[in-house]
């Protein structure tokens, strides 16, 4: 049947069974993943959006209930509250692996805006029901009370009286430059083999650390291949730290993804190398040469591409903050020199910054890059994904404790290639 939902402001015409948890709808027929699926019965509160502006668990209520009411999803919030609490757990990297954050966020705003200064008790009573698998309460609670912290004084500084008020539009304005900038994109010419980034890295049998952990494409973006997997204890951030302080990267240009199943190239060092696997904390001494010596050598092409150009000694040449420059006011950006870099040797002994030359490493005020997606919906786990043909499992729980499985049909399910 029919149904015309208004998310976000938006009228979405879908043609599903009324009785489809509107969690289900809004994931997998309108595409908008930032709210999480994550019990099903409304015990954790992964799920929750807003329906005419109150909290409600989206698993337990249905599309045929939705018809002509406003829904609101991570994806939608706006205003002062919402963009405090989302800007303050990315200062305060509240997040550990972040799949609960899209529910806690839209708790916290819901209560600052009903509370603007919650008590502990406020906040452990609001938010009993959205549950962190990662056990980050304390930093919940902790950005919550510096979130109201800041609106407050906000609403101080920009109160009727105050004679700055007219300054605060051009604070927003500049954040949204900022965001802009960020997100545009370009055609990706990486350092492997063409064709998926992932093949390209990881497909490569060659031992040569470089192709297989760094990418710098045209669009001057910095694709990290992470052999490591990140469920939160920051192994992302931690390579991306390595990388960039030899190439003299910014943060802006990073990207970290997985790599794929391979052993030749990523296997464990501290496990001995042959297996390639997470675990034991071992993420950052396993990987503290490897990564630092393929930003190093990615440093060492761009340099070599950019004084064969420039017709200037290579040791002359700087790199800091993305950009590649020489004394005479030549400069460049890695990805305009990515291509002609791409056809250079890659470099099998490059020189390592010393320790005191670091400015990344044990750079304790640094946030981590992925908190932001984390908190407003769009940093992409695996539920989110979806590929062609790709099918779903779902287990099929008793309705009782206790309860066994009288009959099934499992003909459909062994006819599957
Ligand atoms: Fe809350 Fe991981 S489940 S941060």
Redesign the pocket.
């Known amino acids: 049947m029919a149904y015309t939902l208004k998310i976000n402001g938006e009228s979405k015409s879908l043609d599903v069974d009324g009785d489809m948890p509107l969690l289900w709808a809004i994931r997998d027929i309108v595409g908008m993943t930032g709210t999480k699926f994550g019990c099903g019965v409304a015990q954790s509160g992964a799920c929750t959006i807003y329906v005419d502006g109150s909290p409600t668990r989206s698993c337990q209520f249905r599309v045929e209930d939705a018809d002509g009411v406003e829904i609101t999803t991570n994806e939608g919030l706006s205003g002062k509250v919402a963009s405090t609490v989302q800007k303050v757990c990315t200062e305060m990297d509240v997040?550990?692996?972040?799949?609960?954050?899209s529910g806690q966020v839209m708790a916290a705003v819901a209560l600052l805006t009903e509370n603007k200064k919650p008590t502990d008790s406020d906040i452990d009573d609001t938010l009993a029901g959205n549950l962190?698998?990662?056990a980050?309460y304390h930093r919940i609670r902790a950005g919550i009370h510096e979130a109201a912290r800041q609106l407050e004084a906000y609403d101080m500084l920009f109160s009727q009286n105050n004679p700055l008020k007219a300054g605060g539009i051009q604070a927003d304005r500049r954040q949204f430059l900022v965001g802009s900038a960020a997100a545009t994109g370009g055609l990706l010419i990486g350092f492997g083999s063409p064709g998926p980034v992932a093949d390209a890295a990881t497909k490569a049998a060659t031992p040569n650390p470089f192709h297989a952990y760094v990418q710098i494409g045209s669009d001057n973006k910095v694709t990290i291949f992470s052999s490591l997997m990140d469920r939160?204890q920051g192994a992302y951030h931690g390579l991306a730290t390595l990388v960039i302080e030899e190439l003299g990267a910014d943060w802006s240009q990073i990207h970290v993804t997985g790599a794929a199943g391979n052993a030749k190239l990523y296997g464990n060092l501290m496990w001995g190398g042959a297996a390639q696997g997470t675990g034991g904390s071992t993420s950052t001494a396993g990987s503290f040469d490897r990564y630092r010596i393929a930003g190093a050598a990615a440093r060492e092409m761009l340099v070599q591409s950019a004084a064969k150009s420039w017709g200037v000694p290579a040791e002359d040449i700087k790199v800091a903050k993305g950009k590649i420059s020489h004394a005479s006011g030549k400069s460049a950006s890695f990805g305009e020199l990515a291509s002609a870099a791409a056809k250079l040797p890659v470099p099998q002994n490059v020189a390592l910054k010393k320790p005191e030359e670091w400015t990344e490493i044990g750079d304790t005020k640094r946030r981590r890059f992925d908190t932001a997606p984390k908190t407003n919906g769009t940093h992409t786990f695996t539920i989110d994904v979806k590929l062609p043909g790709m099918l779903t499992t779902v287990v099929a729980h008793g309705p009782t404790f206790g309860a066994k499985v009288k009959s099934f049909d499992a003909a459909e399910v062994i006819s599957l290639e």
Do not use: F, H
């Open positions: 997040p550990q692996c972040g799949y609960c954050q962190c698998r990662c980050t939160g």
